[in-house]
């Protein structure tokens, strides 16, 4: 059997081999395949991840790619696509492709997550700007043997987004003049919707906005010593009480959920750039 060190050295050989010549990249970004880039990040080259050792894909990723972007004058890497725990793969696959990063040279990451908003003073088809996070997902990745070569047993979380980015983004949407919500993430299994009960729970728990995807990669970043920032675009409204007034049939929502998401993204593009350049 083939070690979890073994495999991300193989799959990291893999994605370097395929470097554009005299690309060379800091930054990661990851998003969901449903998020469009914007035009003025160019792609150099892509490999997908299902040419990739020990990349495990789902129904949700089997499509995904890794990304050869420059931006400006910035080289950066992209996850077009993201595996969801709630797909049944283990948090050790969600962590592999985040210690990839770390061997490819990654030091700062930025995170963008499809979210759900808690407080009653967020829109849907705004940025949710994460300074934060509470775990309810009820697993971990560094669950199991620490690999020291990737980093410490028990790694302190008290700038788990890493508040130097978190600042430089803030200032990018002041300069454009768009709506700051500065927001704790809530992660949860998914995928089923939310009840009632649970979204006042998660609200008088302190959190903001909720979603399925950034906690084990936050942590996991943390573990490997990588910054990280994070971005939700907000699509869905979950305010206690006000759910329970709601008589949308199922595909109403999900008409309404991909409006909001293109209007999120609208939103992100305006300043995602600025945001690679800054950070």
């Given at each position: 059997m083939i070690?979890?060190?073994?495999k991300i050295?193989?799959?990291?050989g893999?994605?370097?081999?395929?470097?554009?010549?005299?690309?060379?990249?800091?930054?990661?970004?990851?998003?969901?395949?449903?998020?469009?880039?914007p035009?003025?990040?160019?792609?150099?080259?892509?490999?997908?991840?299902?040419?990739?050792?020990?990349?495990e894909?789902t129904?949700?990723?089997?499509t995904?790619?890794?990304?050869?972007?420059?931006?400006?004058?910035?080289?950066?890497i992209?996850?077009?696509?993201?595996?969801h725990y709630?797909?049944?793969?283990?948090?050790?696959?969600?962590?592999?492709?985040?210690y990839v990063?770390?061997?490819?040279?990654?030091?700062?990451?930025?995170?963008?997550?499809?979210?759900?908003h808690?407080?009653?003073?967020i829109?849907c088809?705004?940025?949710a700007?994460?300074?934060?996070?509470?775990?309810?997902m009820?697993?971990?990745p560094?669950?199991?043997?620490?690999?020291?070569s990737?980093?410490?047993?028990?790694?302190?979380?008290s700038?788990a987004y890493?508040?130097?980015l978190?600042?430089?983004?803030?200032?990018?949407?002041t300069?454009?003049?768009?709506?700051?919500?500065?927001c704790?993430?809530?992660?949860?299994?998914?995928?089923?919707?939310?009840?009632d009960a649970?979204?006042?729970?998660?609200?008088e728990?302190?959190?903001d906005?909720?979603g399925?995807?950034?906690?084990?990669?936050?942590?996991?970043?943390?573990?490997?010593?990588?910054?990280y920032?994070?971005?939700?675009?907000?699509?869905?409204e979950?305010v206690?009480?006000?759910?329970m007034?709601?008589?949308?049939?199922?595909k109403?929502?999900e008409?309404?959920?991909?409006?909001?998401?293109?209007?999120?993204?609208?939103?992100?593009?305006?300043v995602?750039?600025g945001i690679?350049?800054?950070?």
């Open positions: 070690d979890f060190i073994s050295k193989g799959s990291a893999v994605i370097k081999s395929m470097f554009p010549g005299k690309f060379k990249a800091d930054l990661a970004l990851i998003k969901n395949r449903t998020m469009p880039l035009k003025e990040i160019k792609v150099l080259n892509e490999v997908k991840y299902s040419d990739i050792p020990h990349f894909i129904q949700g990723s089997k995904g790619s890794v990304l050869f972007c420059r931006s400006g004058n910035r080289d950066l992209v996850y077009d696509g993201r595996l709630y797909d049944g793969v283990s948090m050790r696959s969600i962590a592999h492709k985040i990063l770390k061997l490819l040279g990654i030091k700062k990451i930025l995170a963008l997550d499809e979210v759900g808690l407080d009653p003073r829109n088809g705004e940025l700007m994460i300074y934060d996070h509470i775990n309810l009820g697993d971990n560094l669950i199991g043997k620490n690999e020291d990737l980093g410490v047993r028990f790694p302190d979380m700038n890493d508040k130097t978190f600042s430089k983004m803030i200032s990018v949407l300069d454009s003049k768009i709506r700051v919500n500065e704790v993430y809530l992660g949860i299994t998914g995928p089923n919707s939310e009840t649970e979204a006042r729970f998660y609200r728990a302190g959190c906005v909720l399925y995807s950034i906690v084990p990669e936050n942590i996991t970043a943390v573990h490997a010593k990588i910054k920032a994070a971005i939700g675009l907000i699509t869905r979950l206690a009480d006000k759910m007034e709601g008589t949308k049939s199922d109403e929502l008409a309404q959920r991909l409006k909001n998401l293109a209007k999120s993204s609208a939103e992100l593009s305006k995602l750039q690679i350049k800054i950070i």
